[in-house]
């Protein structure tokens, strides 16, 4: 298959085109239907020519091309109209009636009904010759209304999500007019994945009820169902939290498919060389060292302890905390004791063979560096972070 991408260097053409080369070279191998010979890139610097070229052995095009921040309102209707008819007109030329999907944008919903804009109606325009186009080529078209998109572009462009990001990570200030307007936003790798979607004939079709699309077979338009409706107010307490990370070590909560999670990960795309490494607090002493790594706002938090070489740490047991030592590096002994018995459990550790061991509500425990000359590395997990006004932590030798 030849894919032709119009727009291949805008935000969404950008994250599209990378994807669909990670099929092709068989680095994502999550979509073995889909078989991709070439992938042809248009945008502003290509040349009539090269259009030529890829409309003539295109088996699909993906026409992400389009204005939405012109010098004036003339140049959306160029953009969103004239060059989608330059594109339709060439397909024409040379008889190929392969699948076309539209970039459309759920401000053409908008037209007629809520209100009226340039950008709306270039995008409605755009949206009837495609179906006009399909009704002489016999061709399937897809056209997608997409609402606010959230993925790595310019800030102060057309992306409030993205002007957050980048101002918050890199401290500038920033303006919020009104914490309770809400967005509905389209992830970009949602996105991409609705693309694979259509490649592979299971796009979902729908009608719109207002703004709202409503699921329909062999319904006019297309729209992928992943999307998060959002105040400003949550997206900015959410960004400060993340940059917040460094300095308390405490990760939000971020479920798998979560807006949070889609947005810390986009946030990240913004930090500045400088941030991106930043230093932990060593706790000190001649016998080695403990560091916090990691907080959780339900899932307790994560530590290294260094042992030098023949010391014992530890020595100590909890009434309901409870954790996991993770020896990395070095070879170690664990011991672990019931309070009130004498029977004392032990488990030889090495970074040769990788182990969790469970350390037991109630039972006293150390570890010991057997070595002589290494370090003895051990990642640990409890189950709650440390509370210094009830540590739930006392000092008994096993």
């Known amino acids: 298959m030849n894919i032709l991408v119009t727009g291949a260097k805008g935000m969404v053409g950008t994250a599209l085109v990378n994807n669909l080369y990670n099929i092709k070279d068989n680095k994502n191998r999550t979509r073995p239907n889909i078989h991709i010979d070439e992938i042809d890139c248009y945008d502003m610097d290509s040349t009539a020519e090269e259009l030529e070229q890829y409309c003539q052995r295109a088996d699909f095009v993906?026409?992400?091309?389009?204005?939405?921040?012109?010098?004036?309102?003339?140049?959306?209707?160029?953009?969103?109209?004239?060059?989608?008819?330059?594109?339709?007109?060439?397909?024409?030329?040379?008889?190929?009636?392969?699948?076309?999907?539209?970039?459309?944008?759920?401000?053409?919903?908008?037209?007629?009904?809520?209100?009226?804009?340039?950008?709306?109606?270039?995008?409605?325009?755009?949206?009837?010759?495609?179906?006009?186009?399909?009704?002489?080529?016999?061709?399937?078209?897809?056209?997608?209304?997409?609402?606010?998109?959230?993925?790595?572009?310019?800030?102060?462009?057309?992306?409030?999500?993205?002007?957050?990001?980048?101002?918050?990570?890199?401290?500038?200030?920033?303006?919020?007019?009104?914490?309770?307007?809400?967005?509905?936003?389209?992830?970009?790798?949602?996105?991409?994945?609705?693309?694979?979607?259509?490649?592979?004939?299971?796009?979902?079709?729908?009608?719109?009820?207002?703004?709202?699309?409503?699921?329909?077979?062999?319904?006019?338009?297309?729209?992928?169902?992943?999307?998060?409706?959002?105040?400003?107010?949550?997206?900015?307490?959410?960004?400060?939290?993340?940059?917040?990370?460094?300095?308390?070590?405490?990760?939000?909560?971020?479920?798998?498919?979560?807006?949070?999670?889609?947005?810390?990960?986009?946030?990240?795309?913004?930090?500045?060389?400088?941030?991106?490494?930043?230093?932990?607090?060593?706790?000190?002493?001649?016998?080695?060292?403990?560091?916090?790594?990691?907080?959780?706002?339900d899932r307790g938090q994560f530590s290294v302890n260094i042992t030098k070489p023949g010391v014992t740490k530890g020595q100590h047991w909890h009434n309901s905390k409870w954790e996991f030592f993770i020896v990395v590096s070095g070879h170690g002994l664990i011991q672990e004791r019931e309070i009130g018995t004498d029977d004392i459990i032990e488990f030889e550790v090495s970074g040769e063979k990788i182990q969790a061991v469970h350390m037991i509500p109630g039972w006293t425990h150390n570890i010991i560096n057997l070595s002589e000359t290494e370090d003895l590395v051990t990642i640990m997990w409890a189950n709650e972070i440390f509370d210094p006004n009830h540590p739930d932590t006392f000092y008994e030798e096993v």
Request: hydrophobic fraction near 35%; include cysteine; charge should be negative.
């Open 62 to 297: 993906f026409h992400l091309a389009g204005v939405n921040r012109p010098k004036n309102n003339e140049e959306f209707m160029n953009g969103n109209f004239g060059f989608a008819s330059t594109l339709l007109d060439t397909l024409k030329k040379y008889q190929n009636n392969c699948p076309v999907m539209l970039a459309s944008s759920i401000q053409a919903t908008l037209i007629g009904r809520y209100g009226t804009s340039d950008y709306g109606r270039s995008k409605l325009a755009g949206e009837e010759l495609f179906f006009q186009y399909g009704k002489e080529t016999g061709g399937k078209i897809a056209v997608y209304r997409f609402p606010n998109l959230m993925g790595h572009s310019r800030p102060n462009y057309n992306s409030a999500v993205s002007t957050f990001c980048h101002a918050i990570a890199n401290d500038l200030p920033y303006t919020v007019n009104d914490r309770n307007t809400e967005l509905e936003l389209l992830y970009i790798d949602d996105l991409v994945e609705g693309m694979f979607d259509l490649l592979e004939g299971k796009e979902i079709h729908c009608e719109y009820d207002g703004l709202e699309p409503v699921p329909i077979e062999n319904g006019r338009y297309c729209y992928i169902p992943v999307t998060h409706k959002e105040t400003l107010g949550h997206i900015i307490d959410l960004l400060e939290s993340f940059k917040q990370q460094p300095q308390t070590l405490m990760m939000p909560s971020i479920p798998e498919g979560s807006f949070a999670k889609k947005l810390y990960s986009l946030y990240l795309t913004y930090l500045p060389k400088e941030k991106i490494a930043f230093d932990l607090k060593m706790n000190c002493d001649a016998r080695g060292s403990f560091t916090e790594l990691l907080k959780t706002t």
